[in-house]
């Protein structure tokens, strides 16, 4: 499993299609059980990242939509809350 960035280096993209090789893996069974838990921290450590910026993006949206003088005016808002019960 290439691990060259740090999470925070990575783009959505880039941590989206990381973290669905890495399901893939854990899926087929084939991994050693080091190389199991290694994909396993590394796509939680994804999957908090990807929700954090998940619920950014739909708070920003969220905000502009409720704009209704037109302006588009993007102002600082609260956080999403991005509790689902998902575990990983």
């Known amino acids: 499993?290439?691990?060259n960035k740090s999470v925070?280096?990575?783009s959505y993209k880039?941590?989206?299609i990381e973290l669905e090789g890495?399901?893939?893996?854990l899926e087929s069974g084939d991994l050693e059980l080091?190389?199991?838990l290694e994909g396993y921290t590394r796509g939680a450590?994804?999957?908090?990242s990807l929700r954090a910026r998940l619920a950014a993006?739909?708070?920003?949206?969220?905000?502009?939509?409720?704009?209704i003088d037109g302006g588009d005016t993007l102002v600082a808002g609260e956080s999403a809350d991005t509790t689902?019960?998902?575990?990983?």
């Open 22 to 25: 890495i399901i893939r893996n």
């Open 45 to 48: 450590e994804l999957l908090k």
């Open 1 to 3: 499993m290439a691990q």
């Open 14 to 16: 880039e941590a989206s």
């Open 8 to 10: 925070e280096e990575l």
């Open 57 to 67: 993006a739909e708070q920003k949206v969220s905000v502009l939509m409720k704009d």
């Open 84 to 88: 689902d019960g998902l575990s990983f």
């Open 34 to 36: 080091e190389e199991s």
